[in-house]
């Protein structure tokens, strides 16, 4: 069983949609992430909350919204998504500075249509 | 700047032969290197790392990977395969400060292990 825990698995969505996926981590970790993974791209990093703040990322489209309300639950908040958007997000725990290794979640396969 | 290459994107392979995923690095400085495996609609988990010392890494299943700084590589290697190792094989560096922010990670290899 993952100590992370992602929420819905699939989600399909409209592009005028609006929703969310959802993370929470049991594992006691101070940092969160998430990433996207397309069909024969390597694992993109969208965002990180390091000790509770947030790294930014400029090469990720505004119509995604990280929120990371504390250090157990992480949210990716999305509208009016693109096609190209459709993918595997995942997310991701560790604790940070100690290179202790990335512990994922089993992601939720999004479908934008 | 960084960067992986995998440089198989699919190894088929039969049921108890060896395998070797190879995977090269690009970096001007000293580098963490580490495999991570996904199997079929999971999320990825780690196999192996290297941060210092011993340069041969052993790893979860069985699995061993070697560090070659002169030739930039971090090939993992299994001496016999089992049909449920088949999944895809991620290789990622992180040039430090134990970040996990920092990790770069490769396209992948799908090992795929046939009876």
């Known amino acids: 069983e993952t100590g992370v825990t992602q929420t819905p698995r699939h989600l399909v969505m409209g592009m005028t949609n609006k929703k969310s996926l959802k993370c929470e981590q049991h594992l006691g970790h101070n940092a969160m992430y998430w990433y996207k993974q397309s069909a024969k791209k390597p694992l993109e990093l969208m965002f990180v909350?390091?000790?509770?703040?947030?790294?930014e990322n400029n090469s990720v489209p505004s119509r995604f919204s990280p929120e990371c309300p504390n250090s157990s639950h992480l949210f990716l908040h999305l509208h009016t998504l693109q096609p190209e958007d459709s993918a595997l997000y995942l997310c991701?725990?560790?604790?940070?500075?100690?290179?202790?290794?990335?512990?994922f979640g089993n992601g939720t396969r999004l479908t934008v249509t | 700047a960084q960067s992986v290459t995998q440089l198989d994107s699919q190894v088929p392979v039969f049921e108890e032969a060896p395998v070797e995923l190879r995977c090269n690095y690009s970096?001007?400085?000293?580098?963490?290197l580490f495999w991570y495996v996904q199997y079929p609609n999971q999320g990825l988990q780690l196999l192996l790392k290297y941060l210092s010392g011993s340069t041969l890494v052993k790893g979860i299943n069985g699995f061993e990977a070697e560090f070659n700084k002169s030739q930039t590589s971090f090939h993992l290697r299994k001496p016999s395969v089992h049909i449920s190792d088949t999944a895809e094989y991620f290789c990622?560096?992180?040039?430090?400060?134990?970040?996990?922010?920092?990790?770069?990670f490769g396209k992948g290899t799908k090992l795929s292990v046939k009876p």
């Open positions: 990622a560096v992180s040039e430090g400060g134990g970040s996990q922010g920092n990790l770069i």
């Open positions: 991701a725990s560790s604790q940070e500075y100690s290179f202790s290794p990335l512990h």
């Open positions: 909350y390091s000790l509770e703040e947030r790294v």
């Open positions: 970096s001007s400085v000293s580098v963490y």
